[in-house]
Each structure stands twice: as C-alpha cells, then as structure tokens.
Nanobody
Framework: VQLQASGGGLVRAGGSLRLSCQASGSVRSINAFEWYRQVPGKTRELVASINRGGSTRYADSVKGRFTTSRDNAASTADLQMSNLKFEDTGVYYC????????????????WGQGTQVTVSS
C-alpha cells in the first residue's frame, strides 16, 4: 500500500486545517488509517485512527478538536483539525495498517510522506 498525504500548511491558533491521505495498491487489505504527529526531539505520537467499520480513536490532546473520516470506496482518509493550538505544530503522517493475505498472512503498516503543520500563536 502506498500513501500520499496532503493538506498541511501554516495557520493561526484557533484556525482549521484538513489533511487528506490517498491510498493506492492493495487497498482492500487496509484495516485502519492512522494519523501520527512528530515534533523534533519527541517520539511519533498517534493522534487519531479509524478502522474499516468507521470506529475512531483520538489522543486526549486532540479530542473534541480533531475528526478523522474515511471513504472506503475512494481509499482515502481525512483528518479535520479545528481550534488548532500552537502545540499541534509538527509533521503529520498518515499510515495504513492491515494484513496482506497471501500464502502467509503478513501484517503491515505503511507510511505516507509527512506533511508539515505549523500553528502560529
């Protein structure tokens, strides 16, 4: 599975941004789309995920402000970020988690390229 992320940018605190992730390849094997955030000097943090059935999970730091969605037919996932805070600044990555069923099932997590989100205070 290959992923292409888009939608980062510069926004003022309190503003909104929408990130999108387009998957290609073995998209039927995708179980969950995930969104991670990385800040220099810190480990990559999972901020949101959505599984095939539409169930979502969020980090406490973004609950009530971020919403993730997916379109299974289009093999896309979005992350709507509202009421952005300075501490939301970082590089955001989309990831796809699933299982390739061949002769031997293989679990995988594929990563898209990061997209920079900068929130000015």
């Amino acid at each position: 599975v290959q992923l292409q992320a888009s939608g980062g940018g510069l926004v003022r605190a309190g503003g909104s941004l929408r990130l999108s992730c387009q998957a290609s390849g073995s998209v039927r094997s995708i179980n969950a789309f995930e969104w991670y955030r990385q800040v220099p000097g810190k480990t990559r943090e999972l901020v949101a995920s959505i599984n095939r059935g539409g169930s979502t999970r969020y980090a406490d730091s973004v609950k009530g402000r971020f919403t993730t969605s997916r379109d299974n037919a289009a093999s896309t996932a979005d992350l709507q970020m509202s009421n952005l805070k300075f501490e939301d600044t970082g590089v955001y990555y989309c990831a796809a988690e699933g299982i390739e069923f061949g002769d031997t099932p293989v679990a995988y997590r594929s990563w898209g390229q990061g997209t920079q989100v900068t929130v000015s205070s």
